[in-house]
């Protein structure tokens, strides 16, 4: 066993003449986890990988560390919350979570005690022994996540779940992957929003047209681009004497001078960021402030697939 | 970029479901519980009730038309109108969106990440479309059966029967006989005699005793038998072809059109369904009379009932293992 939650190596998949993921290898430690990309950049269709509603057309898919399609007993371990609003609509909720776990094969005590947890866990309680076709989004979105959780799973695979949510949804949602992510449980959540991600976790996968463009901490990733010049804005009472002082590092690309600021671009923002309070210092020029206005995960994601 | 390098630190895993969590059996029978009442709680109920109704519509207009059948007309039906004809649209309607639909709103994901195997969920959606399918094409042969009883009545059978050759002197002529004007006595004997037919109406019972609740039992027998084999083919196309719904009832169209005019169909399917009802009813029920000449043996008759249909559903089954189901909208 590599301990690994989820191992891909060299995974193709394709629909007919689309490929939807090309020849991705990666590999991703137990924790909560972003899969970031636009649309069509192949999130869907990875997790679907994932929780093996489909084999791959080429390579190997593997969660912990045996292939997830073919081998129904991994879910045992493994909560899927498709993105589609779907359900059986002609069910309450609370039959529909329980007849889930009734494919699991648990005992009719243990399917409700467990259905009703898992609805009380979502905020589902009040709604849940009404008809699904009766629903609103929101519901809809926290039964999803109710079925996906109730038999306990260690890794929980979300897709889009704050697609269409309103605030209060979503603020519940990211408090509840926050809080499986604190008891110990891996989640895998794909989102094209960046801000409400980076809420969850710092850890990142970040696809565009079907590849793997980075993967790790959103810091970490940020520093692997370095083709793309990092800014850093500092803000000071002297902004042309800094610019002047500035414009002699070699780690400096660009410059501009802006009120009260100068902001910098670098190739390498380690390496500027270590020398910068020699420089300071010497100089005597006050730094009141220092930012980088892209260090966050839209400007990195907006950096990756520009091209 | 191929690896996710920094290991998250997290705390220990929590323990893993309990063991009671693998019962492959109970996973079929679930998902043939969703199945029945996604069957029984949607529209199809009623398209499939209202394609049956044909039966019984046609032992209607006899009501109206004939006023009272002296044979029984569900014998008359049955066979060419229901067995050969409705319940292949009966089929066609409830069995191939029974798979398909769920494919097509993508909420067979939910059930195919269940730690149950594909083939199971998929047997079991195959019972939970078949069972209520096979009730409800009952439906029509029972609206039928006592529809076409009231039809038989008591009827008049007009019989014309022969004179007995005239005699000279016959002083004890019957009545009713003819008699020549001016008396037989003066016509030579033998002698251009001419013979003569008396009408004679005769009051029948009615002929509901040849309804024998035999012939029923039969009936339903082949339309369970019918809805068996012809459902699980088109259950089976909607597996292997899971596109739009629309799409699978043009597949199953076609399937009925080349397939089902051919030889194949009459002796695969219809003959079979024949045999295995009428075998194992022996004896014969009138409306099926002269088929079992033609029907195969029981065993043959057991292995195109059964064992074809059963076979092609494990192939889907199989297919479906290596399939994927990627939903509406992808």
């Known amino acids: 066993m590599s301990g690994l939650l989820l191992d891909f190596r060299g995974v193709t998949r394709w629909y007919g003449q689309v490929v939807a993921l090309r020849d991705v290898t990666l590999a991703v430690n137990p924790g909560v986890v972003g899969l970031l990309g636009p649309n069509g950049a192949g999130k869907t269709t990875m997790l679907r990988l994932v929780t093996g509603s489909m084999p791959p057309s080429r390579g190997a898919a593997l969660v912990f560390g045996a292939h997830a399609f073919g081998d129904p007993s991994l879910f045992r371990r493994v909560g899927y919350c498709p993105d589609h609003d779907n359900f059986f609509e002609f069910m309450t909720g609370r039959e529909f979570v329980e007849a889930l776990l009734g494919i699991h094969g648990l005992g009719a005590s243990e399917r409700r005690r467990r259905a009703g947890a898992a609805l009380d866990r979502v905020k589902g309680a009040e709604f849940a022994d009404r008809k699904i076709y009766g629903y609103s989004k929101g519901m809809r979105q926290r039964l999803k996540l109710a079925q996906a959780l109730a038999h306990d799973p260690e890794l929980l695979v979300l897709d889009e779940p704050l697609n269409g949510a309103d605030p209060l949804i979503r603020r519940d949602i990211i408090d509840l992957v926050k809080e499986v992510g604190r008891e110990g449980r891996s989640v895998i959540i794909s989102s094209h929003v960046l801000h409400e991600v980076e809420a969850m976790t710092p850890n990142i996968v970040m696809m565009h047209k079907g590849r793997v463009m980075a993967a790790g901490n959103v810091h970490e990733i940020r520093g692997m681009i370095d083709r793309h010049p990092h800014s850093i804005e500092m803000r000071t009472p002297r902004a042309r004497d800094l610019a002047a002082l500035l414009a002699r590092d070699k780690d400096v690309s660009e410059m501009s001078i802006g009120d009260g600021a100068v902001t910098v671009r670098t190739p390498k923002p380690e390496e500027f960021y270590g020398r910068l309070p020699q420089l300071v210092l010497e100089s005597g020029i006050p730094v009141e402030e220092l930012r980088s206005p892209d260090d966050n995960l839209d400007a990195v994601f907006r950096y990756l697939t520009e091209h | ?330």
Do not use: C
């Open chain 2, 1 to 330: 970029m191929s690896s996710y390098p920094a290991p998250i630190a997290v705390p220990a895993a929590p323990p893993a479901p309990p063991a009671s969590a693998l019962n492959p059996l109970g996973g079929l029978l679930w998902a043939a519980r969703i199945s029945a009442r996604q069957f029984l709680t949607g529209p199809r109920k009623w398209v499939i009730l209202l394609s049956g109704a044909a039966f019984p519509g046609l032992l209607s207009i006899f009501v109206f038309l004939e006023k009272g059948a002296m044979v029984h007309p569900f014998l008359q039906l049955f066979d060419q109108i229901y067995l050969q004809g409705a319940i292949l649209f009966i089929a066609l309607l409830g069995a191939i969106p029974a798979f398909s639909s769920d494919v097509e709103d993508g909420t067979v994901l939910y059930l195919f990440a269940r730690p149950t195997p594909r083939p199971l969920i998929v047997a079991g959606k195959w019972l939970g479309m078949l069972i209520p399918l096979m009730i409800l094409a009952e439906v029509p042969v029972l609206v039928a059966w006592p529809m076409a009883l009231a039809q038989v009545k008591p009827y008049t059978v007009t019989t014309y029967e022969p004179t007995p050759p005239a005699r000279t002197g016959d002083a004890a002529r019957k009545p009713g006989e003819n008699r020549p004007p001016g008396g037989v006595e003066s016509a030579p004997p033998g002698a251009g005699q001419i013979q003569k037919f008396n009408e004679v109406k005769k009051e029948m019972p009615s002929r509901r005793h040849t309804a024998l609740p035999r012939d029923l039992g039969t009936a339903l027998l082949a339309t369970a038998l019918g809805v068996l084999q012809y459902a699980t083919f088109f259950f089976s196309i909607g597996v292997v072809f899971n596109r739009p719904y629309i799409l699978a009832m043009v597949y199953g169209v076609i399937f009925e059109v080349f397939v089902g005019r051919t030889p194949v169909n009459l002796w695969v399917m219809s003959k079979f369904v024949r045999a295995a009802s009428l075998r194992l009813m022996e004896p014969v029920p009138a409306f099926f009379q002269g088929s079992l000449e033609t029907a195969p043996p029981l065993w043959g008759a057991w292995i195109g009932i059964v064992i074809i249909p059963v076979f092609v559903l494990g192939v889907a089954a199989l297919i479906a293992t290596r399939k994927a189901y990627i939903g509406k909208g992808i």
